[in-house]
Every structure is written in C-alpha cells, then in structure tokens.
C-alpha cells in the first residue's frame, strides 16, 4: 500500500481498540443496550398504566428541566476535575440501574416524576463518556470508532425479540418483568466499568481556580465552551437544536400513531421496530467509515438525511394508503414487511442512526479535547431545554388533535434542516474549488 494512501478499516479498527477505556465503554453500552431495547415502548407503557397524554408531557418535560441542571454541573465537572471523569462514567450506570428497577412500580404520574428524577442523576454522570470516547479515539479514526456503537443494535434486536416473547401473556407485566431485567444487567454494567476503566491521563488539565466561587467558575468554563462551540461547530448547533425539536413531536407521536391510528397492535408493533433496529446497524456501520473517508461533512449529512422528510410523509399518509408496495399476502410478516407504516419507521429509523453516526463523529474531530465535556454539555443542556418546552406542548397538542398535527409539524422542521444542509453542502465545494484554484501555479512561474 502506498504510504499516502488512507488506512484501510481493519488498520482503522485495530487503531481503536488500542483504548482500553474504549473497549470497556463499547462493551457495556453493548450489553445495556439489550436490556434498553424496551425504552422506545415506554409511552404506550405509561398511557396504559393510566398516565393521560397531558401528564406524561409534562413528566418528560420534568425529566429535561432537572436533567438539563444536572448536565450543566456534570459538564462543568468533567472538564474542571478530568481525573474524575472515570468515577462519572461509571456511576453513570449505577443511576440507570436503580431507575429501571423503580420503573416496573411507575402506575401514577408522581411515581413516574420521582423515577425520573433519579434517571436524571444519570445524566450528570453522563457529561464524562463523551469526553472519555474522544480522548480515546484518534481523530482519523472518529469515524470508525462511533460507528461500531451502532452495532449496539444487534442486542437491540435481541432485546426487542425477548420483548416480543415477554408481552405475549400482556403488554405491561411483560415489560414490568423486562423492566426489572434491565435494571440487573445496568448493575452488572456499572461492576464492568468499575473494575476495568482507567484514569485518564492528562497533566495539565482539570487544574481547579480556588479563586473563583463556583457560580463565577461556571460561568467563566461555559462561556469559554460556548465561544470554541460556536468557533468550531455552528451549523451543527443550529442542525441539532432542529432535529430535537423534530424527534420531540415524531418520537411522542409515533408509537401512539402507529397503535391507535394505523391499528398495529403490540407483536406488528415489535416486528416493526426489529426491522427498524437492522436497518440503522447496517448503515450506522458504513456511515463511520464514509465519515473517515470525506472532508465535506455537510455533503455526508445532506445525504444521511435526505430521505427523512419522506418518511415521516408516508407514514403520514399510512392511514389512507396501508399498502404502499402492491404486494398481498397472507402471512402476517410479509404483509407487514410490505405495509406503509412499516416501510416509513424503518426508514426514519435506519437514517436517524446513519444521520447521528455521522453528526457525532463530525463532531468528535472538530472539537478541541480539552473543551469536549464543556460544549457536549452546553449541547445536551440547548436539546434539554427544547424538551422542557416542547415536551408539554406535543402532550397536549396530540390530547387534542391527534399525531397527526405532531407528525407535520416534525416534516416541515426535517425540511428546513435539509435546506440548511444542501446550503452548507454548495459553500463547501466553493470554497474547496476557490483553494484549489489558489494552489494552481500562476502562468510563467513554471
């Protein structure tokens, strides 16, 4: 091979397991992620446990509004003691474990708050894994590294046909019992990451100001990360803060859609969201290393996500065309297989893992390791902040006017993100063409 020529995946993926700590962190989320499998069912939990549309609007926005202040210090703390970032990482999954052991007992919306509460706890410890993952990963290897994340989809699909095993006797006490399993196998996790993460070792970080008090230091660490954020990522920023408001009113009104308005009942629904887990594995995989392979990341993202204002559109329209392929048949998968709703979610699905893939790892590599846990925060803080609004407002407005209105309103924001991006996509390659033309010798120098 030619010296010049790029490492080819395999020396891309031997370079990324050189990291112990990403190795430990790969490995745990992949076998949380069979016990997790079960988080996308929970608003069709709550609603039949008798928490009203309304309620569990307002508990999620709950859930960003306490989340939102624990990522502020958790962000604060990751960056300003680096040598704590370890110890977060793995209390990250002790937290998670003891809300889903609380979560088979969730039957009122106060019990649905207080759970929520302690999930939030997670979320300061969850400051550290970013930064730990971009401390670990070189930056010609980003790409590569977040994407074997993805194949967290395989247990996904394990998780979701034990769910589909579970719920044949009933939907809630099956996922109360899986519920409960999740919790043992976060505990586990959290002994995982205990024993086998490592310090991180950089000397001139973490240094503490004992001159400032702690709102002064916040305020001065924040507006340091809010300066390289917006140095470093803007169109990123604005593109995220518009897809979470998008997945804010499709993620609320999916599930309800496809049960209570397409009629899918509980084992299509889990059919469903199998196929939809596949499809994101496959080209969360190769999206990884096209990401390694290109400098035009707004080119990349354009085309990750390019086909979600279409699939919100058919499933939409699910209603009044059931049968999008022109395909009959008796058995219950293949006419699923071939439905409208199926083709749309698998769809959405498969490229919001390829759309994020690509947008985290683009992220990754443009942002200086010092800084990460500050503006990853800064980040999860701005999408909190969303949901604390949006949250009540998608609860409410889908009590009054069904998904439908939800399922619009996340369309026509997709779009204008597309637009965004095929804008950034033309700057790109002018501003490629102008510096090639620069680099071009000028008559009579040769």
């Known amino acids: 091979?030619?010296?010049?020529?790029?490492?080819?995946?395999?020396?891309?993926?031997?370079?990324?397991?050189?990291?112990?700590?990403?190795?430990?962190?790969?490995?745990?989320?992949?076998?949380?992620?069979?016990?997790?499998?079960?988080?996308?069912?929970?608003?069709?939990?709550?609603?039949?446990?008798?928490?009203?549309?309304?309620?569990?609007?307002?508990?999620?926005?709950?859930?960003?509004?306490?989340?939102?202040?624990?990522?502020?210090?958790?962000?604060?703390?990751?960056?300003?003691?680096?040598?704590?970032?370890?110890?977060?990482?793995?209390?990250?999954?002790?937290?998670?474990a003891i809300a889903m052991l609380l979560m088979?007992?969730?039957?009122?919306?106060?019990?649905?708050?207080?759970?929520?509460?302690?999930?939030?706890?997670?979320?300061?410890?969850?400051?550290?894994?970013d930064p730990i993952l971009f401390e670990s990963l070189p930056k010609e290897q980003m790409g590569t590294g977040t994407s074997l994340f993805t194949l967290t989809g395989v247990f996904g699909v394990l998780g979701l046909v034990l769910v589909g095993f579970l719920i044949t006797d009933g939907f809630v006490e099956g996922l109360r019992t899986f519920?409960?399993?999740?919790?043992?196998?976060?505990?586990?996790?959290?002994?995982?990451?205990?024993?086998?993460?490592?310090?991180?070792?950089?000397?001139?970080?973490?240094?503490?100001?004992?001159?400032?008090?702690?709102?002064?230091?916040?305020?001065?660490?924040?507006?340091?990360?809010?300066?390289?954020?917006?140095?470093?990522?803007?169109?990123?920023?604005?593109?995220?803060?518009?897809?979470?408001?998008?997945?804010?009113?499709?993620?609320?009104?999916?599930?309800?859609?496809l049960n209570e308005e397409v009629?899918?009942?509980?084992?299509?629904?889990?059919?469903?969201?199998?196929?939809?887990?596949?499809?994101?594995?496959l080209g969360g995989l190769a999206a990884g290393g096209l990401l390694d392979r290109t400098t035009n990341d707004a080119k990349i993202m354009f085309l990750a996500y390019f086909f979600l204002p279409f699939s919100i559109f058919l499933l939409f329209n699910s209603p009044i065309l059931p049968t999008w392929i022109n395909f009959q048949s008796s058995e219950l998968l293949l006419a699923l297989i071939s439905s409208t709703a199926f083709i749309a979610v698998v769809i959405k699905a498969g490229n919001d893992v390829i759309w994020r893939t690509i947008a985290w790892g683009a992220v990754g590599r443009k942002l200086p390791r010092e800084h990460t846990g500050k503006v990853m925060a800064i980040l999860g803080m701005a999408i909190q902040t969303l949901g604390v609004i949006l949250s009540p407002i998608a609860g409410f407005i889908y009590e009054q006017e069904g998904g439908g209105r939800l399922l619009i309103i996340a369309m026509g924001i997709n779009t204008i993100i597309l637009f965004l991006l095929l804008i950034s996509w033309i700057r790109s390659r002018s501003e490629s063409y102008k510096?090639?033309?620069?680099?071009?010798p000028v008559v009579g120098e040769i």
């Open 1 to 96: 091979m030619n010296e010049t020529d790029p490492p080819s995946y395999l020396q891309n993926l031997r370079k990324v397991f050189q990291s112990r700590n990403y190795v430990v962190i790969l490995l745990t989320n992949y076998t949380g992620s069979l016990f997790l499998a079960a988080w996308i069912y929970l608003n069709l939990f709550f609603r039949d446990v008798g928490i009203s549309y309304l309620e569990l609007g307002i508990a999620n926005g709950w859930s960003m509004l306490i989340g939102l202040f624990f990522t502020m210090i958790g962000g604060y703390w990751a960056d300003k003691y680096i040598h704590h970032r370890r110890y977060m990482a793995t209390f990250n999954k002790f937290f998670i």
């Open 104 to 129: 088979p007992f969730v039957d009122t919306f106060t019990s649905l708050v207080f759970v929520w509460t302690v999930f939030s706890f997670a979320q300061f410890c969850q400051a550290s894994i």
């Open 179 to 257: 519920f409960f399993m999740a919790g043992i196998a976060s505990m586990v996790d959290f002994f995982i990451r205990l024993r086998f993460l490592e310090q991180i070792k950089i000397d001139n970080l973490g240094k503490m100001n004992k001159k400032n008090g702690l709102a002064q230091d916040l305020i001065m660490q924040y507006s340091t990360g809010l300066k390289v954020m917006l140095a470093a990522i803007p169109l990123l920023f604005v593109v995220f803060l518009l897809d979470v408001a998008s997945d804010i009113n499709y993620q609320f009104a999916q599930n309800f859609f």
């Open 263 to 281: 009629g899918m009942n509980y084992n299509t629904l889990n059919y469903t969201m199998i196929g939809s887990t596949i499809l994101g594995i």
């Open 435 to 440: 510096q090639k033309q620069a680099a071009l």
